[in-house]
């Protein structure tokens, strides 16, 4: 069963600026890989996503696009760093854009972003991932994503302290276990999914 995945990279820094939250997505994406998924990420913040709640927003919105992008996939990996506490603004944006999926059936009356798996990615330098995670799992759930067990992996660094995901000598072995099992549980859950769907509403 051939499964496809696309990574939204929340960061808030242009391409080809390092992202930290890059290099994770990275690594679960080539885990995916490894379970034989083709994967994509995308650079939310290299596109003109335009503040709105519809799929389309009109002249020079590239969302639409990247909509196609997350329809047509059956993982979407949704990353973000932590910022003063929260996701990143650029995360928010991509949460409100999926918004319009709520008024959106396909022709079994079922919402279209339905059978679709979701898993968070999430970076920072001082606590916090588990408050993002909890962020985006209520609101990829509400669109209508479906989250498997273990569905986030992250990477904290010590509190006020400066270094950086990218920055480090090695993965955390913690974290990389946990990307593991991010993209294992995604790939099982995805091909379920795919072998029996959610009934008609």
Known sequence: MSLKALAINCTLKASPAPSSCEL?????????????????????????????????????????????????ADILLLGTPIWLGHPSSVCQRVLERLDAFLGETDEAGRMISYDRVAGVVVVGN?????????????GLNDVG????????TYWVG??????DYKDLPEIPEKTAQTTKTLAANCVHLARILRADRYPAS
């Open 24 to 72: 994770l997505i990275s690594q679960v994406t080539a885990a995916l890989e490894q379970h034989g998924v083709s994967c994509e990420i995308v650079r939310a913040v290299d596109h003109n996503i335009k503040p709105g709640v519809m799929s389309d927003e009109g002249e020079g919105d590239d969302w639409p696009r990247i909509r196609e992008k997350i329809l047509a």
């Open 126 to 138: 001082e606590d916090g991932a588990h408050h993002v995670s909890a962020e985006l799992f209520q």
């Open 145 to 152: 994503f479906t989250l498997p067990a273990s569905a986030v």
């Open 158 to 163: 010590e509190a006020m302290q400066g270094t």
